[in-house]
Structures are given as C-alpha cells and as structure tokens.
C-alpha cells in the first residue's frame, strides 16, 4: 500500500468551523487516500477545539494529526489576518516530504486532488507550486500569486527568518515575503487551484475550479443562514461554501458531533472583529445584519437596488 497524500492547514480557535466545512468538502471529492496536519500556534486552539476536528475527520474516516508550533515574535496580526498565516513557514520546515498547503478558508470540489501529481513535477529548484495571478493590482504590488495554496515538493527549504526580519512592514507581510522567496523560480498551476472569489465569474461553469479561496475579512460563515436565499438562489460566489456546508451536515446526519457543529457554526458568526480599515467594509456590514434582527432581510433587499456602491464581495447583495 503506498503512503496517503498530506494535506497541511493551520488554524486558531476563529477558524474551528471552517476547518470542518473544509475537511467534509474534502473528503466528499477524494479520489486518492491522503491525511491531514493541522498545525497551531500554542495556546491559540484549546483542546474543545481539537476534539471537534478529530471528530469530524474520525466520521469521515481522514488520518489526522495536530502539530502544536511555538509562537515567534516576528509572526504579527494584520488587520483580520492573525500571526496564524506565518505558520505555513513552521509547517513547511518541519515537514520535508511533499505536501499540499491549503488555507482554511478554502473548499474543494472534484479534481482538486489531480493537484498532487502537479506537486511531484515541482523541483526543489523551483522550491515551490503556486497559482499565478493574471494581472492586476496585486500583481503590480509585487503579489504574483496568492500564499493560500501551495505545492511543497519533497525538498529542502529556504530560509525565511532572516528575510522576515530585514523585511519593512508591508500591507501583508507572510504573502510578501512568500512572493519574494519564490516567485521568480516557483512551478505553475492553473488558477483553478486557488480560484479567489471575485475572478468565479471568469470561470466557465463546464469546467468549473477545484479549490475556491474565500480571502478577505468577510466569509461565508459571518452572514446569517436565513440571509442566504438570494446568494444560494443566483448562484453567487458563496454559495458555493454554502452548498459544502449543507454536505457536511447532510453526511453527518444522526452523529452525535452535529450538535457541538451547530455550537460551532453559531460561535463563527462573530469570531472575527470588524476594525476601520477599508479591506473590512464588507464584515462590518455583516456585523451590522446581524445586529438587525428581523428588520435584516428588508435591508437586504434595499441595499441589493444600490449594490454597485456596496463593498465588492458581500455576497449576499452582489
């Protein structure tokens, strides 16, 4: 029998019920064995946390391991990004074999695991698989590719610390730091493995992405379920979390883990904190829907008449 695949995320205690709409989405559309590692930064995860994860990927038959990593005082919060992201570095380090790195915010549809036979075409020359921007901003800002999935070959890695340490503080300092470590040598893979959110309308939808990226301070599990009709009705961007939600509970029907999920998936509603920086337009505007009560669906509909001023990516509207 040969060795399954590895899958590596991290996460803090914010990012619990992602993890597990992840872990259904990808056990739901495997066609090869794989195991995943969850990696945390001490004191960030408390064992509640932990025991729900092992839970649900014990239902779903997935091996997985927790990593627990030891903090770094390089390793900073950025607006609704936590000092979290900058263990990929950690996990990369400490696991030399080929591995696929996926952000928990993400989820996968069918193919997505056809991404590890891209993973043994990449060299230790090329250090690195990522999915390249095709132009834009980001792109002119030095960001040729989003760090959200990645491709580690089997290989040795470059050293990131002291980069990090010469390194002036930029917008997002670990996807900098990734695009200056690898970008110019890194293999490619289609977009399609790291499709963001706002390009979903480029796709055809015959030939629709493996792994959908759901970046920014505002995500799916922030927006209250009896907000979702016009989202899941048109077909919008989250919609498609939604659906992988909807999965993992329809698979785990009858188990007893439901009902801490549902403890879970309540807590997420407000497990980030909205603060003035423009990039959190969106998760402020959930906050205030969930503050709404009832009078939340009529606004819904009003601000759907103005949505072209509304901050792109509040899917409920767009």
Partial sequence: MTNPRRVVCAIDSQMTYALSVLLGSLARSRSVEFRVTVGYLEDTLPPSDRELIATVAEEFS???????????????????ISPTTFTKFLLADAIPEAHL??????????????????????????????????????VNKGMAFNAGVLGWPAASRRDWEQPLKRLELVDTQEQFLFNSLYAASANEM??????????????????????????????????????????????????????????????LAGREVLDTLRISRDQALTASSAHGGRDQGGLR???????????????????????????????PIH
């Avoid at 927790?66 to 950025?78: D, E």
């Avoid at 036979?117 to 390249?132: F, N, P, Q, W």
């Avoid at 599990?221 to 329809?250: G, I, K």
């Avoid at 009529?298 to 509040?314: E, M, Y």
Wanted: with cysteine.
């Fill in 62 to 80: 997935i091996e997985l391991d927790f990593m627990p990593l030891s903090s770094h005082p390089l390793f900073i919060a950025q607006g609704h």
């Fill in 101 to 138: 790195w996926l952000d928990a915010d993400t989820v996968v549809l069918e193919g997505w695991d056809s991404v590890f036979s891209l993973i043994d075409a990449t060299t230790e020359e090329h250090g690195l698989l990522v999915a390249r921007r095709s132009g834009g901003r980001q």
């Fill in 285 to 315: 505007l959930l906050r205030a829907l969930q503050a709404l009560g009832a009078v939340a669906p009529a606004i819904i509909w009003a601000l759907r008449l103005l949505k072209q001023w509304v901050p792109r990516g509040t899917h």
């Fill in 190 to 251: 289609p977009e399609k493995f790291n499709a963001l959110t706002y390009r979903l309308e480029h796709y055809n939808p015959q030939d629709p992405p493996f792994i959908i990226h759901f970046a920014g301070a505002h995500k799916p599990w922030h927006l209250r379920r009896d907000l979702t009709h016009h989202c899941m009705t048109y077909s919008c961007p989250w919609s498609v979390w939604f659906h992988a939600e909807q999965n993992l509970f329809s698979d």
